[in-house]
């Protein structure tokens, strides 16, 4: 048990890095695999490769999670930790289309995206970035929480310049939101823009607001980065 436990766990051995490498080539595969499905007209051939594709696949990853699982030193907490819980998560899909009508399944299927996620458990790059964003969640959350009133407040300014000249365009708060959220995110569309000297002015505004709104999670997380990256070389 213990040579297996550092073949699955172990990244800086021979066999680990080989492990490492299969899974990630797999997961890679099964991705293409799952935006290969989409295709229109697909022949009856391809379907049944596929199909047999991501047998295999969960088939590998199913295998990958109870090993995992059985060699960890503390079960339970494996079982619901991140990488744990993205582990299930990329198998559970196939099991719970199982049996169902089949005009079910392709909401399961789109669960199987969650297989992404498992690059990050053999990427240190991806790893230290998680680390950076457990450092940095707090202060996260409130610019969230500070970016969430702030495009209410966006919304009902716009409405209040513009709901007279645009009645049809902006015609509630809610209709505003979309602009708010183009707008604080400097994305800017178009498709919904001020025509009064009263909006425009609140537009130029909030551009002026947006443009914090972007750089401020950016060095949340560069500094949170750094301090991830100090935390590995001590």
Same mark, same amino acid.
């Given at each position: 048990?213990?040579?297996?436990?550092?073949?699955?766990?172990?990244?800086?051995?021979?066999?680990?890095?080989?492990?490492?490498?299969?899974?990630?080539?797999?997961?890679?595969?099964?991705?293409?695999?799952?935006?290969?499905?989409?295709?229109?007209?697909l022949?009856?051939?391809?379907?049944?490769?596929?199909?047999?594709?991501?047998?295999?696949?969960?088939?590998?990853?199913? %295998?990958?999670?109870?090993?995992?699982?059985?060699?960890?030193?503390?079960?339970?907490?494996?079982?619901?930790?991140?990488?744990? $819980?993205?582990?299930?998560?990329? %198998?559970?899909?196939?099991?719970?289309?199982?049996?169902?009508?089949?005009?079910?399944?392709?909401?399961?299927?789109?669960?199987?995206?969650?297989?992404?996620?498992?690059?990050?458990?053999?990427s240190?790059a991806?790893?230290?970035?998680?680390?950076?964003?457990? $450092?940095?969640?707090?202060?996260?959350?409130?610019?969230?929480?500070?970016?969430?009133?702030?495009?209410?407040l966006?919304?009902? =300014?716009?409405?209040?310049?513009?709901?007279?000249?645009?009645?049809?365009?902006?015609?509630?708060?809610?209709h =505003?939101?979309?602009?708010? @959220?183009?707008?604080?995110?400097?994305?800017?569309? =178009?498709?919904?823009?001020? @025509?009064?000297?009263?909006?425009?002015?609140?537009t130029?505004? %909030?551009?002026?607001?947006?443009?914090?709104?972007?750089?401020?999670?950016? =060095?949340?997380?560069a500094?949170?980065?750094?301090?991830?990256?100090?935390?590995?070389?001590?």
């Amino acid at each position: 048990m213990p040579r297996i436990k550092d073949f699955v766990e172990r990244s800086d051995t021979a066999t680990g890095r080989f492990f490492d490498l299969c899974i990630q080539s797999l997961i890679v595969l099964s991705l293409i695999s799952f935006s290969v499905e989409t295709l229109p007209n697909l022949s009856p051939n391809w379907e049944h490769y596929l199909s047999v594709f991501e047998v295999v696949t969960v088939a590998v990853f199913t %295998i990958e999670y109870i090993v995992r699982l059985c060699v960890a030193d503390k079960k339970l907490a494996f079982a619901t930790s991140f990488f744990g $819980i993205i582990d299930f998560l990329a %198998i559970v899909p196939f099991y719970l289309s199982l049996g169902i009508d089949l005009r079910s399944v392709r909401a399961f299927r789109l669960l199987r995206l969650f297989r992404m996620f498992k690059l990050v458990r053999y990427s240190k790059a991806m790893q230290r970035f998680h680390r950076a964003f457990l $450092i940095a969640r707090e202060e996260l959350v409130l610019f969230l929480f500070v970016t969430m009133i702030l495009l209410y407040l966006a919304a009902v =300014g716009i409405y209040h310049f513009e709901h007279e000249a645009q009645p049809d365009t902006f015609a509630s708060v809610f209709h =505003g939101l979309w602009w708010a @959220v183009a707008t604080l995110t400097t994305v800017g569309y =178009g498709d919904v823009c001020p @025509v009064t000297v009263g909006g425009r002015i609140f537009t130029f505004a %909030i551009l002026l607001i947006g443009l914090g709104v972007v750089s401020v999670p950016a =060095g949340l997380l560069a500094s949170a980065l750094s301090k991830a990256r100090d935390m590995e070389t001590e």
